[in-house]
């Protein structure tokens, strides 16, 4: 869609240019809240050029206005150094009321980008419960996925299952030693973390018991090595790791379109590090083991081979990242991961690159902030993690509590499913509404609230205006009169705020960073409940105010209920 909003802005530049002034010096901005303007242009840089004092060149270019083409631009201003230009509301909004309305749900959409993007994340090990770090990791990983589709790419949704290793080792000794062939169903526990209890008990018993670590190495071996009644108990584990991470994922919305497993990984990655070899590109040390230089990228000396002729982590990295360029033939991948992992991250594209696989700018590591308790960092040493299972049951009662008070008598199941979707909207809300880069400091109580910067708020903003929209009797947009309409500031603020969404979705996509459409919905949401409790819209005496009411309350139902979607988040039509 060619949308008002790029026309209205085509517009100013159009002017601008007419005003003697070069396009790449059009800085445009959205004035901040409480200005009058949608679009302001900063004199600033014509100061030197023009050897005027900015706000007298804003004045002028201001004052060289008229509005007689009947465009979308109704009023330029001069405020100090800025030039603010305005819609023409009865121009503007039939316009941006038709496209709202063919638009439907893809409305702010972009044209097809004719790219491939891969992107990973999560990632769990198998031998625990997923924590609510790893909800921030699925939160970013599926709500990025959703905007870039939006944004016009084709996005493979990707997920690497650490199935291998001493880690997962540790699980299955615990329960080799003390699980008794117990089940979950014995214990009442979701499998996931049945296996995950096991972990914790080796972690613990480990304090005390040195031996155990050298059990755990002696078992990984003999898994390595094809030991039939270890490859059984593995079997058996991650068996109950996937019923449960399943649910989990069921639960949260999560779905993939490609899966890889480190056991079918890890032993390719050698042919890479011998063709490296071969070409120079690394260097055998004296004792055997393969290593690369990469002090001149300010990255140090990585070794890829040990001197017993394993590889290091890293290399199944870059086997893995060849096998889904080819599996997938992408144009980009995309990991979502820790920003812990930076320095990994920086190797291995460095590698890949260097190494002749796929060009670094091909690859970017979406790096996020850790999620921490009041308490302190999270651990599973210390037992201090909080499950992601767990944090969404008790935010699923938070939320039934808070319905209660107000629907006293919704039937039970009503409760639960509202409920739920609440609990979601609390847990995904927080953790997309703050930059990736942030370290979060969950607290569920401030999450829950129906009220301040939250996913409940914004539902609670859609079940008003949907309210509003059923108490109307309407069925379809009203036909307002917008020749007659004599629109508020008010008003106009917020349909721009609308007209605005493609480039939020725009900015997002190119920057990575759902906090920009977290924001952009609150300040949606502030703006028209602001809006509500100053009019009335359904008993306005005049019939044009109600009408054009009503149009507002359904195109910020409209984009609440598309921004909201991209991030994850179901909306309700009751609170």
């Known amino acids: 869609m060619n949308y008002i909003w790029s026309k209205f802005r085509t517009e100013v530049v159009d002017y601008l240019k007419k005003q003697g002034i070069a396009e790449d010096k059009m800085v445009l901005e959205t004035p901040p809240a409480g200005v009058r303007g949608h679009l302001a242009f900063a004199c600033h840089v014509l100061a030197r050029e023009y050897k005027k004092n900015p706000a007298n060149i804003a004045a002028e270019i201001a004052g060289n206005f008229a509005n007689t083409n009947g465009g979308l631009v109704g009023e330029v201003v001069a405020t100090g150094p800025y030039v603010n230009f305005l819609v023409d509301g009865r121009v503007f909004l039939p316009f941006l009321q038709t496209e709202l309305d063919a638009g439907k749900d893809m409305y702010g959409s972009l044209p097809a ?18 924590s609510i770090g790893h909800a921030r990791n699925a939160s970013l990983g599926w709500s990025m996925s959703q905007v870039l589709k939006f ?3 084709e996005v493979v949704r990707i997920n690497l299952f650490n199935d291998r290793g ?8 615990a329960y080799q030693k003390w699980g008794n062939n117990s089940t979950p169903a014995d214990e009442g526990l979701k499998p996931d973390h049945f296996v995950g209890k096991y972990y ?4 613990q018993k480990s304090v005390a018991d040195e031996s155990l670590e050298k059990e755990a190495q002696v078992m990984l071996k003999k898994w390595e090595e094809g030991d039939n009644e270890v490859l059984a108990l593995w079997k058996k584990m991650t068996k109950w790791f996937y019923e449960g991470v399943e649910e989990t994922f069921r639960r949260y919305g999560i779905e993939y379109d490609q899966i890889y497993y480190e056991s079918d990984l890890y032993q390719h990655g050698k042919e890479i590090i011998e063709k490296a070899l071969k070409k120079g590109y690394c260097y055998r040390l004296a004792d055997g083991a393969i290593e690369v230089d990469l002090e001149a990228k300010q990255l140090g000396k990585k070794i890829l081979q040990r001197r017993d002729g394993t590889s290091v982590y890293i290399v199944q990295d870059l086997y893995l990242a060849k096998k889904k360029f080819a599996d997938l033939q992408l144009d980009w991948s995309i990991y979502v991961v820790a920003d812990e992992q930076k320095y990994h991250f920086d190797v291995l594209f460095e590698l890949l690159d260097k190494f002749e696989i796929v060009d670094r700018e091909k690859n970017y590591h979406l790096a996020y902030g850790m999620v921490n308790l009041k308490s302190g960092k999270m651990s599973s040493r210390r037992g201090t993690v909080v499950k992601m299972d767990d944090l969404l049951d008790e935010l699923h009662i938070l939320a039934k509590e808070q319905i209660a008070i ?24 927080n953790l997309l509404n703050q930059d990736k ?8 109580e401030e999450a829950i609230k129906f009220e301040g910067d939250t996913g409940p708020y ?8 949907m309210s509003i929209w059923q108490k109307s009797g309407l069925d ?5 009169d917008w020749s007659q309409f004599v629109g508020s500031d008010e008003y106009l603020e917020i349909m721009t705020q609308l007209a605005r969404f493609s480039t939020v979705i725009k900015k997002v996509a190119e920057e990575y960073n759902p906090a920009i459409l977290a924001k952009y919905l609150y300040t949606l949401a502030q703006l028209y409940n602001s809006y509500y409790h100053h009019r009335r819209i359904l008993d306005a005496k005049d019939e044009i105010d109600r009408q054009s009411g009503l149009v507002l309350s359904l195109a910020v139902a409209q984009i609440l209920r598309i921004g909201l979607s991209l991030m994850g988040i179901e909306v309700v039509e009751k609170m």
């Open 476 to 480: 379809a947009w009203p036909a307002v």
């Open 113 to 130: 980008q004719g790219q491939k993007i891969g992107i990973e994340f999560v990632q769990p090990n198998t031998n625990k419960a997923l």
């Open 406 to 429: 107000r629907e006293a008598d919704l039937p039970a199941m009503e409760l639960d499913k509202r409920a739920e979707k609440i609990a979601q909207a609390a847990m995904k809300y």
């Open 437 to 444: 880069n942030r370290v979060i400091l969950f607290n569920k």
């Open 151 to 153: 944004a016009g790419y």
């Open 166 to 173: 001493v880690h997962i080792c540790k699980s299955m000794l």
């Open 200 to 203: 914790a008990m080796f972690t």
């Open 458 to 465: 914004l539902l609670y903003t859609y079940a008003r205006v």
